[in-house]
C-alpha cells in the first residue's frame, strides 16, 4: 500500500426516511472510485477527490432527488467523514494537517484541514454563478460542514478567485483530496507517536 503498513479501511452505512447510502473507504488506495449518488455533477465531484487524494471509494447512495439535491449531498458528507474518522482509527502517526492550492483553470482554492477531533467549518466561498445545471454551489457547503462534523475536523475552505462554478466547485474537491491525503499520511519519524501534546487527539 502506498501511504502506510496498515489497512485503513472503513464501510459506513445510514439509512434515514430521506436517504440510503453505503459507503466504503480506503484511505491507502490509488485513488479508484465507483460512485452512485443519483446526482450526477456530485458523482463527478467524489470522483475528483478520490482520484486526487488517492483514496479508493465506493459510494451508492439513494436520496429524495426529486424533492432536492440536499439531503443526498448532505447525508453522503456526513457518511464520508464518519468513514474517514473510523478508518483512521487512533491516528498514531499521522500528519494531521494538511493544505493544498488547486488551481483550475481561471479559479485557484485554497484547502486547509486539521483532522485532530475539532470539528469547525470556515468556509468562504463567493462565486459569481451559484448554478451548475440544476446544482447549487452552496450544496458544497453543506457536504463541507457535515464532513467537518462527523470527522471531526477544522475545516478551511476558501475561493481565492473564480468564475466559472463548474471550474470552482472541482477545485474546492480536488483541494479537498489533497488536503486530507496530506493530514492522513503516516510520518515515519512518528509512525508510534500521537500528533498532540495533549496524549489525546
Known sequence: MAKGKLQRVATVSRTTAETDIALTLAIDGRGGSKIETGVPFFDHMLTLFAKHGLFDLTVKAKGDVDVDYHHTVEDVGLVLGQAFKEALGDKLGIRRYGFFLLPMDESLARVVVDVGGRPLLAYRVNAPSMFVRDFNLVLVKEFCRAFSNALGANLHVE???????????????????????????????????????????
Request: no cysteine; charged share 25%.
Open 159 to 201: 475561493l481565492i478567485y473564480g468564475e466559472e462554478p463548474h471550474h470552482i466547485a472541482e477545485a474546492i474537491f480536488k483541494g479537498l483530496g489533497r488536503a486530507l491525503d496530506a493530514a492522513t499520511q503516516i510520518d515515519a519519524r512518528a509512525a508510534d507517536l500521537l500528533p498532540s501534546s495533549k496524549g489525546k487527539i
